[in-house]
């Protein structure tokens, strides 16, 4: 095993030194889904875990202690804004505190390798350079502010079909170069005090076995902090226990344990290698704050609640893409007389991405919300759309009471198997999870409420759960069915679960009885893990009708504004995607809208790309991401001018999903070969010759630009080539630029990327004023790995523009023998 000694800390060794070996292999498992076991002994409490990226949950899943909810981090990464990073993650710190959390299970650092990987609205983009500088941001906003940081999955998760057992078969070269080199910035530049070992394996073995964990991470990056695994990924005792894995969660239950105690006590594993996990356990928890007497690493106080929700409002504008504008945007001061809003994202948008990364907010400004709150004296008339969420949406809150309490919401109660009460509780959402929180024994959950419809006519009522489910509604026909999920994934069970419904007549106003006694599976008894959404299948209707009333509103109207997405189905944890297209009849609805009014602007609220065959037959294209609670009042903000859709692509948008260039995100035989090496994202679209719809790094705002004079100095013995331009805003207002450079090499003796990203400068401006902007280009940025970080000597060409295609600047940069002879 090889071990990694940060300078010695007497505190933690007398600490240590005072543990029976028991005590100290007990600290080394969760003592439950979230939280560590505190060891009174030595003024150690527990620590509190928490998912992330994109809000702080909480220990529990639960409506009644809501988060906040900022857009995903693929949002942010559209910023470019490191300073935004760095604010998402001090706001989050606050939530940490507010919520008693020390660690927040974030960033998601892996790549995004394809667009159909499920999980890639988590993570920040398709690039290692542009993703290494946000995580290093953002884990530092944390950290500053004493919450820790836990960046995730390492390494090579970036995929979600066999999450748990695929191996990825990739060369050395491409995990240093593209997947492990924003784990390495968060760790050298941001120092992070966590990583989370992924569910999968690379190259053959485990990532809570894996050597990886020792090398590069500890002994060559000098990671003192602890390796928590992903939830449920240590499955052995001897290896991972003899590897860097220093923290099984969650617990109590788990391969370590007595199981370890008794592999010490034979010599299977080194008691050296319990004590250097246990040193870093305590360091971390003396980091933040969790050991009595000793001093916390130093912390900025948190900023103030209110500073959350304007960020997340900010943070979606700044991370809007306006893709496509033939002067539809921004709309006059006062806005149009009247709009037709379309779509059902218009009222059901998505704010975040399913699975783990879910927050409960306590409330969501959709479209309609922003731009009614927006425009109080505009005629907005919400006109037609086509059906697009498949399966249930949750009952509204507001339209259920408890029938034992009268409050709002449901009555849940927890059976053991011979139907005795655990507990019953009030619940206010009918969408609930528990993550190891339901009550220990629970066999059934029952839940009962008295729903009143919104209008009256036929509905399916429903619900959608993994298990055997028994509803009831008044006066209509009962429900008794067992619900497979699709696979044998608990993420599918838990965030995609099977649905069944009954149809039923409701009377608007009239109270309906519902009761559903959930059997839980054998996993959720033991797991104490379950999902269930009661709820209805959103308006049937079909898709032509729901055409022509929405080009019906659009004829009327001086403007309509199509909202298009995707849905959790689709883009969620637990599983990649099956193609890019919008679900439903989601293009026709655009290109119908479109034909009858030219100035159609189309909003589109996915996670990651989708195509978009009328790209080119509608005024505006703004592309929204999972824009966080505020999303319907930034778009108003965007929409009306007040704030510039300040967003660059952080991943490329292709015409059709025949050029992407990796799709392979489904284990062959339980093996992903990441056989396209370095070439990914942007820059596999190079090299490949298709063209785009939409490049890297595009994006319009308002204004116009000028790029001039570029003048580079070449980098001199392991400095940074520094790289500068003159930027006028030649537009009539204010506005944001991101200024990328990207280096080629002509005639190299090594295969490389046709460009790579290799630095970037957020410019902001008046309209006529000009700057000088400077970017630096790090000696990494000229470096291959080989058996180590070489730099090929000679001349590097630097290309520096507004997007991966669009450089209308370049230069030599020479990089001498001497220089290139420089550790990378
Ligand atoms: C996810 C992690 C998450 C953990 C705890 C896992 O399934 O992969 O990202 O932090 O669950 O919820």
Known sequence: MTTCRPAADEHIDTLLASLSLEQKVRLLTGADFWTTHAEPSIGLRSIVFSDGPSGVRGVVWDERDPSLNLPSATALAATWDLDLAYRYGAVLAAEAVRKGVDVVLGPTINLQRSPLGGRGFEAFSEDPLLTGELASAYVRGLQDHGVAAAPKHYVANDFETERFTADVEVDERTLRELYLAPFERAVTGAGAWLVMSAYNSVRGATMTENPLLSTPLCTEWGFDGVVVSDWTAVRSTEPSARARQDLVMPGPRGPWGAALVEAVRDGRVPEDA????????????????????????????????????????????????????????????????????????????????????????????????????????????????????????????ASLTDPVSAEPGLRARYLTADGQELLSENRRAANLVWLGTLPDGASTVELRTRYRADHTGPVRLGVAAAGRLQVSVEGGPGLDVDLAPDGTNLGAALFAPPTATVPVEATEGAPLDITIRYHLPEVSEASRVAAITVGTE??????????????????EAEVAVVVVGTTPGLESEGFDRTDLALPGEQDDLVRAVAATNPRTVVVVNSGGPVTMPWRDEVAA?????????????????????????????????????????????????????????????????????HTPAYPFGHGLGYTTWDITDLTVTSPIAGQPAHVTVAVRNTGDRAGKQVIQAYLSRGGSAVDRPARWLAGFATVRAEAGTRYQVHLTLPPRAFAHWDTGWRTEPGTYTVHVGTDAEHTPLSAPISISAATAGQPG
């Open 274 to 397: 319990v004590d250097e996990k246990v040193r870093r356990l305590l360091r971390l928890a003396i980091r933040v704050g969790a050991v009595k007497g000793a001093v916390p690493a130093p912390a900025a106080p948190v900023p103030p609640a209110e500073q959350g929700t304007a960020l997340a409002r900010k943070v979606c504008a700044a991370g809007m893409v306006l893709l496509r504008n033939d002067g539809a945007l921004p709309w006059p001061a006062g806005g149009p007389r009247s709009i037709a809003l379309i779509g059902e994202h218009a009222l059901l948008p998505r704010t975040q991405g399913g699975g783990s990364a879910t927050v409960l907010p306590e409330q969501v400004s959709t479209p309609l919300d922003g731009l009614r709150a927006a425009l109080p004296d505009t005629a907005i008339i919400h006109g037609g759309g086509v059906p697009v969420h498949q399966g249930i949406v949750a009952l509204p809150p």
């Open 538 to 555: 959103t308006p049937a209707g079909s898709a032509s009708d729901g055409i022509a009333a929405a080009v019906a509103a659009a004829r």
């Open 621 to 689: 294209v703004l592309l929204a991401w999972f824009g966080g609670q505020e999303f319907g009042h930034a778009l108003a903000d965007v929409l009306l001018g007040h704030t510039e859709p300040g967003g660059r692509l952080p991943n490329t948008w292709p015409a059709t999903e025949a050029d992407v260039p990796v799709v392979t995100t489904r284990p062959d035989n339980g093996v992903l070969r990441y056989s396209e090496g370095i070439h990914i994202g942007h820059r596999a679209w190079m090299r490949g010759g």
